[in-house]
């Protein structure tokens, strides 16, 4: 008797000797958030921050090696025009606009070594997406190759 008030409380809709319920009764299995009644670390994988990190840097770089090209070709042609001695190839190799781009570049490639150690670590960890550790290890990979390309080229052709 004491269990069919027990099942009377819970149940108030029930008229008492009609029905028995043998199954426990749940009041969140329709909950609207399944997810709180899930482990989290059994759900879906976060993306890893370095990996992120460079693939944000590896974007950046290469807008950055794009506006240094465009800005310093623009200078440099508008100030000396078309170079037809070799004392305007001294002249150029000391323009201030030259200057700074070098610089640019070579922070740049700062830049993409970071991007290149942080991508490496994103692919490192374990239990995370490495799709931006991919693709920014990739970027700054690629980057890195072509600078030493054009550094190896320059070389050879002295």
């Known amino acids: 008797m004491d269990n069919q008030n027990n099942q009377n409380n819970h149940h108030p809709d029930q008229s008492g000797s009609a029905t ?3 199954e426990p ?3 969140n299995l329709f ?4 997810s709180d009644l899930e482990d989290p670390s059994m759900g879906r994988l976060k993306h890893s921050g370095p990996g992120i990190a460079s693939f944000v840097i590896g974007l950046v770089s290469i807008i950055g090696y794009m506006l240094t090209l465009v800005i310093a070709t623009m200078a440099i042609n508008s100030t000396i025009g078309v170079v037809t001695t070799p004392i305007q190839v001294e002249e150029i190799a000391l323009h201030p606009a030259v200057v ?6 070579l922070v740049c490639l700062i ?10 670590i994103g692919l490192i960890l374990k239990n995370r997406k ?11 990979g ?10 190896i080229a320059g070389i050879y052709m002295m």
């Not at 700074?100 to 570049?105: E, G, K, M, N, P």
Request: aromatic residues 8%; charged residues 5%; negative net charge.
């Open 25 to 27: 009764h749940h009041d």
């Open 31 to 34: 909950t609207p958030y399944p």
């Open 111 to 120: 830049l993409n070594l970071a991007g290149l150690i942080l991508g490496v």
């Open 142 to 151: 690629v980057m890195i190759l072509a600078f030493a390309g054009l550094i």
């Open 130 to 140: 490495k799709v931006f550790a991919i693709i920014g290890t990739i970027l700054s």
């Open 20 to 22: 028995d319920y043998s």
């Open 100 to 105: 700074l781009a070098s610089l640019a570049v």
